[in-house]
């Protein structure tokens, strides 16, 4: 069964930092691209960043422009985190991470997600 489980929200004030995790179980995790999105009520979810599967030795990152240079994403062979440094209110919301063929920010290429977990920004 594939499966993938966040953890490491909570309640940050601005400017604080935050490590999120996602375990993946089930598959061969390295030949997958990894995303991480957002959600707040109301909205479509948002990609903040993906690595992809492992390519030449290596996987590779990408941001969405609103995270650039604050949140970093990493990889091992069964788990992918996401640093937030230097969180602002408007990062709060529902973090999912996501795994798929198609490396991309955009939802609708990743077959497999988490249950989410609760980043809240705010003092």
């Known amino acids: 069964q594939l499966q993938l489980v966040e953890s490491g929200g909570g309640l940050v004030q601005p400017g604080g930092s935050l490590r999120l995790s996602c375990a993946a179980s089930?598959?061969?995790?390295?030949?997958?691209?990894i995303g991480w999105f957002r959600q707040v009520p109301g909205k479509e979810r948002e990609g903040v960043s993906y690595t992809t599967h492992k390519t030449n030795g290596a996987y590779y990152a990408y941001y969405a422009d609103s995270v650039k240079g604050r949140f970093t994403i990493s990889r091992d062979a069964a788990k992918v985190y996401l640093q937030m440094n230097s969180l602002k209110p408007e990062d709060t919301g529902v973090y999912y991470c996501?795994?798929?063929?198609?490396?991309?920010?955009?939802?609708?290429?990743?077959?497999?997600w988490g249950q989410g977990t609760q980043v809240t920004v705010s003092s």
């Open positions: 089930g598959f061969n995790v390295p030949t997958y691209s």
């Open positions: 996501a795994a798929g063929r198609s490396p991309s920010l955009g939802a609708s290429a990743y077959d497999y």
